[in-house]
């Protein structure tokens, strides 16, 4: 009896130990399937990653110059299987292909026959000639033709393109598409159709009320905050000036010319200072250090823009100097067409902010989250004026409303009694 029981309990437990060793095996088995298949997924999956090469400054201030060896493989694989996207654009769209970002590459033929060989020019930017172009598609675009002057290879204008291609934002002005032949490089951007900030500041077409540039002044904070804060890596605009602040039909403001390489490679001893006389953070000047709270200078000055419709090359620091040794020094220089038209305390509250952003001391300027929230409040505060005065209004109405109606049923009464009386 005890030799049995011996013996049935010996094949308990090897079943037992055979049912774990099986039990781990199968489990073994599945996370290894799983680890294969995952990996044979991110083989054939390319590459996205953003990484940020060269930063100049304090701050998080950045030139795209990343490797894009592993995106452009991709798109150029042999294989077309690899690649549904390369696959689909082959099949439907033969005036351009799909990169990896998904910005179209055109060809120099494309390009010259939407801008009429090149003859609808929109103007002269800081980069180069933009045309005015007509798709296949019926779309409208700009195309913006690099001057010999960018100084920037082929690989890494290519770079700069796919980076680009990352930023999106409703107050950004997106691109669409490049070209790189004939030894030329253009990037296609969104239309806008109602031209610069400056131009309409500046020009004799369109007068802005003061509505209008309060909305662009949100719009303008909105879009460096997506840049400063919201995009990864951060990206610093080097260049913020009203002729870089483009309106569409709607006339909301978009920030262009962003992330593009403004300074020469820097050496040491001596690296060119990039940007517009006027914009330029003086700090910058002295130090050759650009940092975000360079383009919160800028921003300041094109605040003063919207308030005063003075260009920064006619003196308008020395009018802001002025200004500032009074609460209400801001009245005096305000934009003619605004006199009358606007709410004063409004204009005060702006200023204030531009002022801020002005500080000679980079950080003590405020960051563009601070700034936008600023002048969101100033609106706030008008809608709930707004709001109180048709409350009131409505609720005088009413009274005035139910006044009358008594004056109607007592001189209902009065007429009915004199009847009963006759």
């Known amino acids: 009896m005890v030799d049995q029981a011996d013996l049935v ?13 099986i039990a781990y095996l199968i489990y073994v088995g599945i996370r290894c399937y799983k680890k294969r298949a995952h990996l044979s997924r991110s083989a054939n999956e390319p590459s996205l990653t953003t990484i940020p090469i060269r930063t100049n400054g304090l701050e998080t201030s950045i030139d795209f110059s990343a490797s894009l060896t592993s995106s452009i493989a991709t798109s150029r694989s042999p294989n077309p299987h690899k690649s549904s996207h390369s ?20 060809s120099y033929k494309e390009i010259q ?16 000639t933009v045309y005015k172009a007509m798709m296949p598609t019926g779309e409208v675009v700009a195309v913006k033709m690099l001057g010999p002057n960018s100084k920037q290879g082929e690989k890494e204008f290519q770079t700069e393109v796919l980076l680009l291609g990352r930023l999106h934002h409703r107050n950004l002005v997106n691109l669409l598409g490049y070209c790189i032949d004939k030894g030329q490089f253009m990037l296609v951007y969104e239309f806008m159709s109602n031209g610069s900030l400056e131009n309409l500041l500046y020009g004799e077409e369109k007068e802005l009320s003061w509505d209008e540039r309060l909305q662009i002044a949100v719009d303008i904070s909105h879009g460096i905050e997506y840049l400063h804060e919201g995009a990864v890596p951060p990206v610093v605009h080097r260049d913020l000036k009203s002729a870089n602040i483009l309106l569409d039909h709607s006339m909301r403001a978009k ?33 050759s250090k650009f940092t975000v709270k360079s383009d ?21 620091m020395e009018y ?4 500032a040794m009074d609460y209400d020094g801001v009245d005096g220089i305000l934009d003619k067409q605004l006199v009358g038209k606007c709410n004063l ?26 700034v936008s929230q600023g002048i969101l409040r100033i609106k706030q505060r ?21 006044i009358e109606e008594q004056q109607v049923e007592l001189s209902k009464i009065t007429t009915m009694n004199h009847r009963e009386m006759g």
Request: glycine share 10%; with cysteine.
């Open 9 to 21: 309990i010996i094949c308990v437990s090897v079943g037992v130990a055979l049912g774990v060793l």
């Open 87 to 106: 696959t689909w654009w082959s099949h439907q769209n033969k005036d351009g292909f799909a990169s990896v970002s998904g910005i179209l590459k055109y």
């Open 113 to 128: 026959k939407a801008t009429q060989n090149f003859t609808n020019t929109l103007g002269e930017g800081s980069f180069g």
């Open 255 to 287: 920030v262009s010319d962003f992330g593009l390489s403004k300074e020469e490679v820097f050496d040491g001893r001596n690296s060119g200072l990039k940007g517009t006389y006027g914009y330029m953070d003086p700090a910058y000047i002295s130090s």
């Open 296 to 316: 919160i200078y800028s921003f300041g000055i094109i605040i003063f823009e919207l308030i005063t419709a003075i260009h920064p090359h006619q003196n308008l």
């Open 320 to 323: 802001i100097h002025l200004a």
């Open 345 to 370: 305390e409004e204009v005060r509250q702006l200023a204030k902010i531009a002022h801020k952003c002005l500080h000679k001391s980079p950080r003590k300027r405020p960051s563009i989250g601070e």
């Open 382 to 402: 008008r809608l709930m004026k707004e709001d109180t005065m048709s409350f009131a209004s409505s609720n005088f109405s009413r009274s005035v409303s139910q």
